[in-house]
């Protein structure tokens, strides 16, 4: 499958020469990629739209979750649903294009790449962003408990979740402007680095108060078991976190990385080949991002079983 431009610019970088690439692919078996059936992208893609389509459904649906952690939840569910959209367009709109059922203006198709682009890139700065807005609130809940209320109000969720929408449509359209500026690149690899230690630094933090909270219960209680097995479930829960979100998004920055780094080089064009799999990488992270932050929740997933019996 190929990815529309500017992706395809991302995938076979502009900065380095035709040569260079057909002369490290052809040196090398690992060189040559995955051959990603289009299917793949459609299964992936619409079972993501339908799992963030239930969650945004049942946070509307009751009440009792009309709250500002939840919000961020359908926004997150909302960005993994436009990467979802974006990513089924694409897969449909080429499919159509080569068995030549549509046949299109070239000036046409240029727009319509233009298009689904921006949805790509402005879905993946947002969803970026509310997995950090998440992991902040979840860190506020935690450490002031107290103000919660007074500190993420309904007023500042609004104005959060707005300028997010705001600068991930901003953002997308200086990217489809300027895709072949690096500095565009590093903004956007600078962006993740940024992510990355933010949830690193405050769910760390969060897990050691909560391993602080149990040693002491434990040891009142004089019970080491249920210290080492609460223990062990934290540790077990930050390990999933970090690990869906790092193995998900990291390929597809390192990717960024080599492009602005080493264009030309053997081993860069080589890891260049595998960009549809670290495209597949991210729609699976729409795919996971529900079974992590929305179905844990018990209030949540009762609606769910209501939004799916159509008892509205």
Known sequence: MSTLAPL?????PWNASEGNQSNARAGSAWCQGLNIPSELFLMLGLVSLVENLLVVAAILKNRNLHSPTYYFICCLAISDMLVSISN????????????????VRTSIVRHMDNVIDMLICSSVVSSL?????????RYI?????????????????????????????????????????????????????????????LYIHMFALARHHLRSISRQQKQPTIYHNSSLKGAVTL??????????????FFHLILIVTCPT????????????????????????????????????????????????
């Open 8 to 12: 395809r610019l991302l995938r076979e």
């Open 88 to 103: 089924l367009a694409e897969t449909v709109f080429m499919l159509l294009m080569e068995h030549g059922v549509l046949v």
């Open 129 to 137: 962003s509310f997995l950090g807005v998440i992991a902040v609130d």
């Open 141 to 201: 809940t935690i450490f002031y408990a107290l103000r919660y209320h007074s500190i993420m109000t309904l007023q500042r969720a609004v104005v959060t979740m707005a300028s997010i929408w705001l600068t991930s449509t901003v953002s997308s359209t200086v990217f489809i402007t300027y895709c072949r500026n690096n500095a565009i690149l590093l903004c956007l690899i600078g962006f993740f680095l940024f992510m990355l230690v933010l949830m690193l630094v």
């Open 239 to 252: 390990t999933i976190l970090l690990g869906v979100f790092f193995i998900c998004w990291g390929p597809f």
């Open 265 to 312: 080089n053997p081993f860069c064009t080589c890891f260049f080949s595998y960009f549809n799999l670290f495209l597949i990488l991210i729609i699976c992270n729409s795919v996971i991002d529900p079974l992590i932050y929305a179905f844990r929740s018990q209030e949540l997933r009762r609606t769910l079983r209501e939004v799916v019996r159509c008892s509205w």
